[in-house]
């Protein structure tokens, strides 16, 4: 996984409640574990028409909004069934954080797993920032996620403070997924299984 860095980048405005996984990547791009190509069918049923032409009324499919890093959404985001293909895809198309009033635990603790932050703020805070997204890269306005101070960043300097586990952090800021936890303590393992074939030979 890779590790997350703080940045500065266009947030897209996506004003929907209770958006769930199966909006996020339909099921029937599920056949894959691979976490690469899944950006293509993000929010498809949303972003193109029965006969795949792009819906050109769909923000992410509008240029000031195409290279978005950041989306600001409404309550309740990434409910419904558990899948990993959901942070996949988003990462995947390029959108590093997701802030919103609410979000889904399983997808909230899905999006921790594969290098996703989710940030959560108060309705006014998010409302600000719903509008900021709203004007687009055409307004030169880019929103900065430090995630070290644990900070959103307007363009005008004012700082919106959000929470976040401290060891999820870490993990984010290191690029450890569970493997890479796991691979932390290998010298114990080795350890381990070095002295169990002397004391348990049987085994």
């Known amino acids: 996984m890779k590790k997350f860095e703080s940045f500065s980048g266009i947030a897209a405005p996506l004003p929907l409640v209770n958006i769930d996984t199966d909006m ?29 032409q792009e819906n050109l009324d769909f923000v992410l499919n509008q240029p000031q909004w195409k290279h978005a890093e950041i989306l600001i959404t409404g309550d309740n985001f990434g409910c419904g069934s558990s899948r990993e293909h959901a942070p996949w895809a988003l990462l995947d198309y390029g959108i590093k954080c997701i802030i919103s009033t609410s979000i889904a635990d399983i997808f909230y603790n899905n999006c921790f797993k594969n290098g996703l932050l989710p940030i959560t703020l108060n309705e ?40 976040i586990d401290s060891f999820r952090k870490k993990c984010l800021l290191e690029g450890l997924d569970d493997i890479g936890l796991t691979m932390k303590k290998i010298s114990y393992i080795d350890d381990y299984e070095v002295q169990n074939e002397v004391t348990k030979p049987w085994l």
């Open 124 to 163: 006014d805070q998010v409302n600000e920032l719903m509008a900021i997204a709203k004007k687009g890269s055409s307004s030169n306005q880019r929103l900065t996620i430090d995630l070290e101070n644990q900070k959103v960043i307007l363009s005008d300097e004012k700082e919106f403070g959000f929470e």
């Open 24 to 52: 996020i990547i339909p099921k029937q791009f599920l056949k894959t574990i691979k976490r690469t190509g899944l950006g293509a069918s993000l929010f498809y049923e949303m972003r193109f028409d029965i006969n795949g």
